[in-house]
Each structure stands twice: as structure tokens, then as C-alpha cells.
């Protein structure tokens, strides 16, 4: 039983990187312009003391802003919430693709700004935060927002020519990656609340 849902699982996940070969093409090269601007521009800012540069990329002073849990995980929820939103509402024709993987390239961006700025801003206790929590499960939510957005479009694509609700076709989609993402966000904060300063210092 466990081998053929192994199999079943492998072949629609074939099956769907197959029917969004494109559409996955374009999403990880506009994440990988993404993601190497926002290391550039990590670099290009850190030392600069000015506030509202760091303000407006939502850049953590402090470590216990970044070990907050309840702040951080309603507050990525509210985030991860509004993209897959906005995403759905972009999978809706083919001409708003390339809003959704500008999205994805600025949501990329973000990770890849934050990240490198606390490598850079907190050294040891960055490496700990930044590479071994921070940016696997952030690039973990990538992916699963950019499976939604391919799936969807897909499906929207479909209703189109099958006449079926399209309600529904987004509702479901949503719901899992929802659920995956808070899952994921889970994970991320209890690891950033378990591995704070204060403990990584006393080991």
C-alpha cells in the first residue's frame, strides 16, 4: 500500500511538472534575479545608518524581535495569507502571469535582503539563524507558493475550456497550501524561539 501511494505520488508530481514545465522555468529564474538583487543590495546597505532604509525592508534590529513568537508567526501569517491571495487573483488569465512572478521575485528579494542582513548584522548567532532556520523554511514556503500559483493557473486554464467553477478550484488549492505554509511557519518560529541568544550562548 505505502509503495503504490509512493508511486502514485511520484507520478503526479511528474505529471504536474510536466503540464507546468514553463510556468515553473519562469518562476525560479524571476526567484533567482530575486534572490541574487537582494543579496547585492544586503551588501551594498549594511553599514549605511539610515533608518528608513532598513525600516522599509522590515530589517530586525534586535535578536529578541527576531525570536518573538507569537509577533513573528502571526505576522508571517498574515504575509503567506495575502501572496497566495494576490496569486490566485494573478493565475486568473495568462496575461497576469508575470505580476505573479514578479511577486514571488520580490518575495524572494525580501529573503535574500533579510537573510544576508543578518549574516552581516549578527555574525555566529546570524549563521544560526539565518542559514540553518531562516532561509530552508523560507525557501520552503517559496516553493509551496509557487506550486499553488502553477497549479492554479493550471486549473483556471482548465475552467475555461471545461466550464467549471472556478471557486472551487482555487478554494481547495488554497486551503492545502494554507495549511502547508502554517506548518512550515510552525516550525520556523519554534526553531528561532528554541535556538534564541541566550540558549545558543550558554551551549
Known amino acids: 500500500m505505502f509503495a503504490k501511494n509512493l508511486y502514485t505520488m ?7 511538472c ?4 514553463y510556468k515553473i522555468i519562469f518562476c525560479v529564474v524571476f526567484c533567482l534575479v530575486g534572490l541574487l538583487t537582494g543579496i547585492l543590495t544586503a551588501i551594498k546597505i549594511f553599514g549605511i545608518d539610515e533608518e528608513e532604509i532598513f525600516e522599509s525592508f522590515n530589517l530586525t534590529y534586535q535578536l529578541d524581535d527576531l525570536e518573538n513568537f507569537s509577533a513573528n508567526f502571526f505576522g508571517r501569517l498574515l504575509s503567506y495569507e495575502l501572496v497566495l491571495i494576490i496569486l490566485a487573483i494573478f493565475s486568473l488569465h495568462p496575461s497576469l502571469y508575470v505580476f505573479g512572478w514578479c511577486l514571488l521575485a520580490y518575495r ?3 529573503i535574500a535582503v533579510n537573510c544576508t542582513m543578518i549574516l552581516l548584522w549578527f555574525s555566529f548567532n546570524g549563521v544560526i539563524k539565518a542559514l540553518l ?3 530552508p523554511c523560507q525557501l520552503l514556503m517559496l516553493a509551496v507558493m509557487i506550486a499553488f500559483f502553477c497549479y492554479v493557473s493550471h486549473q483556471m486554464k482548465n475552467c475555461k475550456y471545461l466550464k467549471r467553477s472556478r471557486l472551487k478550484s482555487i478554494l481547495y488549492p488554497f486551503v492545502i497550501a494554507s495549511l502547508l505554509l502554517t506548518i512550515i511557519n510552525l516550525l520556523e518560529t519554534t526553531l528561532l524561539f528554541i535556538f534564541r541568544s541566550n540558549v545558543i550562548l550558554v551551549i
Open 10 to 16: 511520484r507520478y503526479s508530481l511528474k505529471e504536474f
Open 18 to 21: 510536466a503540464q507546468n514545465k
Open 108 to 110: 524572494t528579494f525580501l
Open 133 to 135: 532556520i531562516l532561509l
